[in-house]
């Protein structure tokens, strides 16, 4: 959908090429309605919010440099006017009275209509500066929900560094308490060991007392055999 400051542009572009078909006039609007037409133009590329398509801005571009070239060339036609011989001098006071005539019945319709362009001016301005108020609202409301999107990844970011932090003290509670144990067990089983050797070295004894008794007792029972059955023969 084209925007107003768009409209405007085409009726006024309708409007100057019209005056460009019957150039024999010299209306003196057509240079300022060309002017008005380039500033529309530029207005239109600046604008970010109701911007028309790139290939409508170049057509456009091309019709107003169209125009500014007919307006040059008029230019150029008036000024070699001048440099004619004195026997048309009078034809060009009577043009020039016709034209300031035509000049005072035109600044006539123009002030007729100048409210109504006026007011299209007022309106363009209050829409562009709507406009304007509208993307700088957008981009204020971009701008807060970036920062909140900050705050809350920040949040996160603490959170878990938090909870990192609490696991990392579990763990080393955890390993602190398993290696107090560790040691708790290598120290009974170091105790276990020499009580252990200790039975051992006492069992080594009392086994080489045995073998001995048990020696010195075979060895009795066999002089005392042998005692007794010399008594016997």
């Not at 019957?22 to 380039?38: A, I, N, P």
């Not at 008029?74 to 440099?83: P, R």
Request: glycine share 4%.
């Amino acid at each position: 959908m084209a925007s107003r400051t768009e409209l405007n542009f085409k009726k006024l572009l309708i409007r100057c090429e019209t005056m460009a078909k019957d150039r024999s006039s010299g209306d003196w609007r057509f240079e300022k309605y060309v002017e008005t037409l380039q500033d529309l133009l530029g207005e239109m590329k600046r604008s970010r919010v109701s911007r028309p398509p790139q290939e409508s801005l170049d057509e456009y571009s091309e019709k107003v440099k169209n125009l500014r070239e007919m307006m040059e060339s008029d230019k150029g036609t008036l000024a070699m006017d001048k440099k004619l011989p004195e026997e048309r001098q009078s034809n060009s006071r009577l043009s020039l009275v016709q034209d300031q005539a035509r000049y005072h019945r035109d600044e006539r319709e123009e002030l007729l209509g100048g409210k109504q362009m006026d007011s299209e001016l007022r309106h363009r301005n209050v829409t562009n500066s709507s406009d304007t108020e509208t993307m700088i609202r957008h981009q204020r409301g971009m701008h807060e929900k970036l920062t909140e999107q900050m705050l809350n990844l920040t949040r996160s970011l603490k959170e878990s560094v938090r909870d990192s932090g609490k696991i990392v003290q579990e763990d080393n509670k955890t390993l602190e308490t398993s290696m107090k144990l560790a040691d708790s067990n290598t120290k009974r089983l170091k105790v276990e060991s020499d009580r252990l050797e200790q039975h051992t070295k006492t069992c080594s004894w009392w086994i080489w007392v045995m073998l001995v008794f048990v020696t010195l007792t075979f060895l009795s029972m066999i002089v005392f055999m042998r005692m007794f059955g010399k008594k016997a023969s």
